[in-house]
């Protein structure tokens, strides 16, 4: 594994993925900012198209668009594993964290991965709308359960930004009651702002196990928090519909995924509750950490190629 890691490690440039997220036009989304909408959109497809892949589009009303990238797999083309990152940002944020950094994870896969065939197929999805209700990855969602099985999907959003120090990451009110474990790591490292965080069900554990996996041999262990959906908890998650507390782990397109019952983490650095930029007009390339965001990028790459091999043990 450790040797795998060092291999892709070399193939990633930190500077590379801080030139794709400065090339993103922002702010972008189709109400007003239609302009920079529509030149991502091209971003997206020339580069997806240049790299090897079959683009696809997809109506999201009202006007909006899903883009797609695939590569059919060889043996088993009607099995895909996804990775998924929004394109739209909120109005007034160049949205280089939200979700600029999850694009350039797109960009670099496509690029990295786009030489060969793998057994199962492999789609990069842009969903559109996800700043205002996840609209766009609703019927993105519905097409994927038509057409494949999903063996695996990771939702980028966001994922950019860190910060190393001390009592930068913030934590909801009355987390430590369903997460003492995660909690108490977080505190012996003081709070540091810079874990990368994998919000699960129990029907994506493998997934997330995978990833996880792969992670720890890019970076530090100690980063990498697992969470399981608190709504997905036993006995105590039905109980949690009402509870504020819940409603963080279901704010991406993660979670139109696990509602058409696909298999999907959620890969984030906690937005808010780290990042002072979020939805704010100094979410600027700037900001972000280009080193962690290699590790990532490194990392999903070695769990897509894994995943795209081997059947994940079901856990239904």
């Not at 040797?3 to 440039?13: N, S, T």
């Amino acid at each position: 594994m450790l040797d795998v890691a060092v291999r892709w490690l070399a193939r990633i440039d930190p500077g590379r993925l801080r030139d794709r997220v400065a090339a993103l036009p922002g702010p972008r989304n189709r109400s007003d900012a239609p302009v920079a909408m529509r030149a991502t959109d091209r971003l997206l497809e020339r580069s997806w198209r240049a790299a090897g892949w079959r683009i696809g589009r997809q109506r999201v009303q009202p006007g909006g668009l899903n883009i797609v990238a695939v590569r059919e797999g060889r043996e088993a083309p009607n099995e895909a594993i996804v990775v998924v990152a929004h394109h739209d940002t909120v109005p007034g944020s160049p949205g280089a964290d939200d979700n600029g950094a999850g694009l350039a994870v797109l960009l670099e896969l496509a690029e990295q991965l786009g030489g060969e065939r793998h057994r199962r197929t492999l789609i990069l999805a842009a969903p559109d709308y996800e700043e205002i209700g996840l609209v766009g990855s609703r019927p993105l969602a519905r097409w994927l359960r038509a057409t494949y099985q999903v063996r695996a999907a990771i939702v980028f959003d966001p994922i950019g930004f860190m910060d190393p120090r001390p009592g930068a990451q913030q934590v909801p009110a009355g987390i430590g009651m369903l997460y003492p474990d995660q909690l108490a790591r977080l505190d012996r490292r003081e709070r540091r702002g810079d874990t990368v965080v994998a919000i699960y069900r129990r029907r994506s554990l493998d997934v997330a196990r995978a990833w996880a996996t792969s992670l720890a041999a890019t970076l530090d262990p100690d980063r990498i928090i697992l969470l399981r959906d608190p709504l997905d908890l036993p006995v105590v998650g039905p109980m949690l519909m009402a509870v504020p507390l819940a409603r963080h782990f279901s704010r991406s397109d993660h979670v139109r995924l696990w509602q058409a019952g696909l298999p999907a983490i959620q890969v984030t650095n906690t937005a808010n509750f780290r990042n002072p930029n979020y939805h704010r007009p100094t979410d600027t390339p700037d900001t972000l950490d280009y080193e962690t965001l290699r590790r990532v990028v490194a990392a999903t790459a070695m769990t897509v190629e894994r995943l795209a091999a081997v059947d994940p043990v079901s856990h239904d």
